[in-house]
């Protein structure tokens, strides 16, 4: 089983929907969580970071957490086309450990 | 973005070769990262250095060798290096390793292609 797992999409959105992007995780004793977004050619830039159960609002973005369930997901409001790019979910398993998913890959369609 | 600098942002090497990356973080930082990005695959730490100390070696070849001379400043060493190293190197930093100053923040990458 994957440390970190997302689906790789690719995941196509309608501009002005939402985009729900879901994370699961191994490690039960995880404690820090964060979303990073990754556009083509270009490094992971931190969008979002939780640490407890339940919803991070932050703008546009949510992020929820559920730990029961290893969980963790981000909702994007109002998709833009500027929010088309890839999106890491990424876990602190660890004090220097910070494992990534593979990421998925998020369309918004005009 | 400017942040955490890295050079240089491209990188061609014969694998006889031996050059550095170059990683500096401008956010007074403790700790600092090198991570490989290949195609497909997820982030994969490689070193991490706290206060100039490492602090973990995830299985790394010995033929990439980390150098961190002070909180500000990280570089890796290579040398003999194979194709399939070829990749985007990212470096990172934070504030501590841990707990809730833990997020970190990424420079721009090396792109490296071993021919």
């Known amino acids: 089983q994957k440390e970190v797992e997302q689906n790789s999409g690719p995941l196509s959105v309608p501009e002005g929907a939402i985009a729900s992007l879901n994370c699961t995780y191994s490690?039960?004793?995880?404690?820090?969580f964060f979303w990073y977004r990754q556009y083509s050619g270009k490094s992971p830039e931190l969008i979002m970071s939780?640490?407890?159960?339940g919803d991070k609002e932050d703008g546009r973005f949510t992020a929820q957490l559920n730990k029961a369930s290893q969980y963790v997901s981000l909702l994007i409001r109002d998709s833009q086309p500027s929010d088309s790019a890839t999106y890491l979910c990424a876990v602190n398993m660890g004090a220097q450990k910070l494992v990534f998913g593979q990421g998925t890959r998020l369309t918004i369609n005009p | 973005e400017t942040g955490v600098t890295q050079t240089p942002r491209h990188l061609v090497m014969g694998m006889t070769n031996k050059k550095s990356l170059k990683c500096e973080q401008h956010?007074?930082?403790?700790?600092m990262y090198w991570y490989k990005q290949s195609a497909k695959k997820p982030l994969e730490l490689m070193f991490v250095y706290s206060l100039e100390e490492r602090v973990e070696n995830n299985s790394v070849p010995s033929r990439f060798s980390p150098e961190c001379p002070n909180s500000s400043h990280l570089f890796l060493h290579l040398h003999t290096l194979q194709p399939e190293d070829s990749a985007l190197y990212l470096c990172a930093s934070s504030q501590e390793i841990g707990g809730a100053n833990y997020e970190q923040y990424f420079g721009p990458g090396t792109r490296l292609t071993v021919t």
């Open positions: 956010l007074g930082h403790n700790a």
């Open positions: 939780i640490y407890s159960n």
């Open positions: 490690d039960r004793g995880s404690q820090s």
